[in-house]
């Protein structure tokens, strides 16, 4: 399958002649559809990428603050230290959450745009149905 742009900026993709079969084939077809809608949100796919694996780095790294916590300053009865880490701590999970939000906003913002693109494709495509090809399909 190609991607490619008509005259009134609509996506068109074609089929290419030949195949693997019929799984093969819709797998092909998917990732086809896939590349050619989703080219205009590469940006927003990139930021909610950079936002997750930031978002996953700080969830990894609580446990080895929550570690810090108890060999350094739990252990050797030290409060600054337990108020530096436990600060640490604090400013890592805001990340998170923040990272956490910025990823659910770029995903909707990604998806609610590539679902209405493939939509408005697919009903250029149904509009220009014959009249038999609208009979065979039905409502």
Same mark, same amino acid.
Not at 9 to 20: E, K, L, P, W, Y
Not at 37 to 59: E, H, M
């Given at each position: ?7 009134? !900026? ?8 030949? !195949? ?17 809608? +989703? ?29 810090? +916590? ?26 998170? *959450? ?21 939509? !408005?494709? *697919?009903?250029?495509?149904?509009? !220009? ?5 609208? *009979?065979?399909?039905?409502?």
């Amino acid at each position: 399958m190609h991607c490619s742009r008509t005259t009134d !900026g609509a996506h068109r993709t074609t089929r290419d002649q030949g !195949g693997a079969g019929p799984v093969c084939d819709s797998y092909q077809m998917l990732l086809a559809l896939l590349r050619c809608y +989703i080219r205009p949100y590469r940006r927003w796919v990139a930021a909610l990428l950079t936002v997750q694996a930031i978002s996953s780095l700080a969830a990894l790294t609580l446990p080895t603050i929550n570690a810090a +916590i108890i060999d350094d300053g739990i252990a050797a009865g030290d409060t600054a230290v337990i108020v530096k880490f436990g600060a640490a701590m604090l400013a890592v999970a805001g990340l998170q *959450v923040a990272c956490a939000v910025a990823a659910v906003y770029f995903s909707a913002r990604t998806s609610t745009g590539f679902g209405r693109d493939l939509r !408005g494709a *697919v009903f250029d495509h149904v509009i !220009g149905f014959s009249a038999t090809e609208t *009979v065979r399909f039905g409502a």
